[in-house]
């Protein structure tokens, strides 16, 4: 991973970029990074805030041969990756299911997985991780400061990028070989271990509706098991999770 690098000092999205690159024919693990971003995406439509020069953004383009339905489990691959990073350079980084990855309860990164897929066959699949490096309070928009962070912020000192980017996608390769060789098992256990989600009271919202109960699990292929406060359990694939304060 990381070994082609495309290095931009402004895109609009790198997951853009790398999608478009990938349609052109670019190989499995190719990577594209941007000193700033000026229309950075994030999850369900949402934009990702991307000052230059201090953070982390970029793309990975993976050609895993796996059935479409087993893509996010490519989320989980990275969310495992960042957060053993983050813990490496010394804070206590957790997973909130799906794939945002947090210090002390605030959001210091997010992935973004977009796929193109036939039915039977995913062509490629662009995973784009955004951390938060540099970016100190006065960054961050407003309404983000109460729920953003970033590795400086939480270490009280200035974060080394580019070391910082070779120890996560070391690492991030690392989980992706021992995940296209061995299967999910490995990933999701070391998500379980990695998670603040699990065994909490949450609200989960996804695009058709909204349910309550405790986060019991994730199911082989990612899903989070929910068990409602009548006794259900529900599957959620996708969706945004906030976890209530008992
Ligand atoms: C989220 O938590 O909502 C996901 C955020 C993903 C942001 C990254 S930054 C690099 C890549 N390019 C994008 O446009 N988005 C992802």
Redesign the pocket.
């Given at each position: 991973l990381g070994r082609t690098i495309h290095h931009h000092e402004s895109l609009p999205?790198?997951?853009?970029k790398a999608f478009r690159l990938a349609q052109d024919g670019a190989r499995h693990g190719e990577v594209v990074v941007a000193e700033q971003?000026t229309a950075?995406?994030?999850?369900r439509g949402?934009t990702?805030v991307?000052p230059p020069g201090l953070n982390l953004?970029?793309?990975a383009i993976l050609r895993p041969g796996l059935p479409p339905q087993r893509a996010p489990e490519l989320t989980l691959v990275a969310a495992v990756a960042l957060a053993e990073s983050l813990r490496d350079a010394g804070v206590e980084a957790a997973i909130k299911w799906p794939n945002?990855v947090h210090i002390d309860g605030l959001k210091v990164a997010?992935?973004?997985t977009e796929l193109s897929a036939e039915p039977e066959r995913v062509h490629f699949v662009i995973v784009?991780?955004?951390v938060n490096l540099n970016s100190q309070v006065e960054h961050f928009p407003e309404e983000l400061r109460a729920t953003a962070t970033s590795l400086s912020l939480a270490l009280g000192q200035p974060v080394h990028r580019a070391r910082f980017a070779a120890s996560l996608w070391t690492r991030l390769e690392e989980w992706l070989d021992l995940y296209l060789d061995t299967g999910f098992d490995a990933v999701r256990a070391r998500w379980k271990a990695l998670s603040s989600t699990l065994g909490q009271d949450v609200l989960v919202r996804t695009d058709r509706h909204e349910l309550r109960g405790r986060a019991e699990d994730i199911d082989p292929s990612g899903a989070l098991l929910v068990r409602t406060a009548e006794g259900s359990l529900e599957r959620v694939l996708a969706g945004d999770v906030e976890q209530l304060r008992p």
């Open positions: 999205s790198t997951n853009e971003q950075g995406k994030g999850r949402r990702w991307s953004y970029f793309s945002d997010g992935i973004l784009g991780v955004g």
